[in-house]
């Protein structure tokens, strides 16, 4: 894979005021990608995107994210039909982060345990931080069965 449509980092001026897409990718290859439902404004998820995503996603308009744990490109909803169709993609002023508004196929989730958002709990503000402390469920129901579309369970070891 060649990373050539993507423009060398020269100058401060360059990078948070130019037109050059010159992404500032960790010492990993990668760049954070946050992704929000177009319509409401939700935070979806966050991923990480190589290259190779980054460039997929440009050149296909669905999102497309670098998987950590299985160490593989992943076009999101391949195996689920979740498909992530990119209405806005936007990088931050030092583009080491980008910003995914899309729509999403079929139910509309996003997450791998069933929830529409990852971001299904909420954690309490002015609690003690201790053992105790307990998220709160802010999505009521699963949006869909993840053993019914993927066939099997998250590997405890990615835990």
């Given at each position: 894979m060649t990373d050539t449509i993507f423009a060398k980092r020269l100058s401060i001026e360059q990078v948070e005021e130019g037109h050059d897409l010159a992404p500032k990718f960790d010492a990993d290859g990668l760049i954070v990608a946050v992704t929000t439902d177009a319509a409401t404004g939700d935070v979806l998820m966050v991923g990480y995107m190589n290259a190779e995503a980054l460039k997929r996603t440009i050149e296909t308009g669905e999102a497309h994210y670098w998987s950590r744990s299985r160490k593989?490109?992943?076009?999101?909803?391949?195996?689920?039909?979740?498909?992530?169709?990119?209405?806005?993609?936007?990088?931050?002023?030092?583009q080491d982060a980008v910003w995914l508004k899309v729509e999403v196929a079929g139910s509309g989730a996003s997450c791998h345990v069933g929830y529409r958002s990852c971001f299904?709990?909420?954690?309490?503000?002015?609690?003690?931080?201790?053992?105790?402390?307990?998220?709160?469920?802010?999505?009521?129901?699963?949006?869909?069965?993840?053993l019914e579309v993927y066939g099997d369970v998250p590997n405890p070891t990615q835990l």
């Open positions: 593989l490109l992943w076009h999101k909803g391949a195996s689920s039909g979740l498909v992530q169709k990119v209405v806005d993609l936007r990088i931050d002023d030092d299904y709990r909420s954690v309490p503000l002015q609690s003690s931080v201790s053992p105790e402390l307990r998220l709160e469920y802010r999505e009521a129901e699963k949006t869909f069965d993840p």
